[in-house]
């Protein structure tokens, strides 16, 4: 009994690990042994979980620059964003720029397919992820650092 509740906790550890590994950019050591398809599989479960970390980030910055003054709040944001985008929306951000300029752009299918699986960075990714991040700036500076926590985990919500 005692072995067998070890090994389910072992086993939802691995998958949490695995979750991290697959949201975020936080260094996960865990050896998933050949039984790492199955920890992904079962991931989507820890998505929530796995949202409380940018959010706790987010929150605690933006409590930060509430309290730092006039002179830091933009200083503050903008630290708490670049940390936040880093560790956990960076890849997604690129996804969403990739997005961007393929349907954006007037052209074939195959010419859209193509334009998304390149790395280069189109005129519409330029303007509407620079608009994003304008726009999640003044967000990020207009509200409490409860919104800030509780909309980084039901965002994770988006995706199952």
Request: glycine fraction near 8%.
């Amino acid at each position: 009994m005692w072995n067998r509740l070890c090994n389910h906790i072992r086993v939802d550890f691995e998958t949490l690990s695995a979750t991290l590994s697959l949201l975020t950019r936080l260094p996960s050591n865990v050896n998933f042994g050949g039984n790492w398809k199955e920890r992904f599989r079962k991931s989507p479960r820890f998505f929530t979980t796995v949202g409380y970390l940018p959010g706790l980030l987010y929150a605690f910055m933006r409590w930060m620059a509430c309290n730092a003054g006039n002179k830091w709040e933009l200083v503050v944001t903008a630290l708490g964003l670049s940390v936040g985008f880093y560790f956990f929306d960076l890849f997604h951000f690129d996804g969403l720029l990739d997005m961007f300029d393929g349907f954006l752009n007037q052209s074939s299918k195959d010419r859209r397919l193509e334009i998304m699986s390149k790395g280069n960075v189109g005129p519409f990714a330029v303007f509407y992820g620079t608009l994003f991040i304008l726009v999640f700036f003044e967000l990020f500076r207009n509200v409490k650092p409860s919104v800030m926590f509780f909309s980084s985990v039901f965002g994770r919500f988006t995706v199952l």
